[in-house]
């Protein structure tokens, strides 16, 4: 009897520490997170074709323009292939005249892929399968985000910052830097997109029914 509640006593004693580490680091995941503004920017460098307007991006810049949807690619990403083909499709055909909203695309995949890989696959109108007519960034696993309104760095990677995307993801970001929309549909989906660019109509429509 003694020798079970001896070894009763010992798990407990040894469990208790794990148990403890174990909610010291989801306290500290949840402190990390919080500490990440909601309005944030990035620099990166591009491709610096002429379409890339310069060899520096800073999203803050091109914010000042309008709304920003932020299309998360990966050089072998089907679905960041398909995603470029239908945007460029409707833009060829004149279907996103309307809107103020423009397009940058995003390598993810800085570890893995190189900026070759990225430039065959989508930079060139005449050897690319996958054309991309809009600006294409390429930060890496170091680019820290910043924040929006003092451009200070938030010491947080910008991966994490815009919540570690898959590919393909598209993030619609409005004028004051907060990420507004998002969406993980693999396959390019036109009433996924056309949700995306009316977000902002939408949600003042919503607001004068409300008033």
Not at 126 to 152: G, M, R
Not at 197 to 210: D, G, H, I, K, R
Request: proline share 3%.
């Amino acid at each position: 009897m003694l020798r079970e509640l001896f070894a009763s006593v010992v798990m407990m004693v040894l469990l208790m520490p794990g148990c403890m580490e174990s909610s010291m680091m989801n306290e500290s995941s949840e402190s990390t997170e919080s500490s990440i503004p909601f309005e944030i920017t990035f620099n990166a460098s591009t491709l610096d074709r002429v379409e890339d307007q310069g060899a520096d991006f800073s999203l803050k810049d091109d914010l000042s323009d309008g709304p920003v949807m932020l299309l998360w690619i990966g050089a072998g990403c089907s679905g960041c292939q398909d995603w470029t083909d239908m945007i460029r499709e409707q833009i060829d055909n004149g279907e996103l005249d309307q809107t103020n909203i423009s397009f940058v695309s995003v390598h993810r995949w800085s570890d893995f892929e190189t900026r070759e890989n990225v430039e065959e696959a989508f930079g060139s109108n005449s050897t690319s399968s996958h054309y991309t007519p809009w600006k294409v960034v390429l930060p890496t696993s170091s680019t820290i985000a910043l924040d929006f309104s003092t451009e200070q760095n938030t010491d947080h990677s910008l991966y994490a910052a815009y919540g570690n995307p898959g590919t393909p993801t598209l993030q619609l970001v409005a004028q004051n830097g907060v990420v507004a929309w998002e969406s993980k549909t693999y396959w390019a989906d036109e009433s996924v997109l056309e949700d995306g660019l009316t977000f902002f109509s939408s949600q003042v429509n919503t607001q004068a029914v409300e008033e």
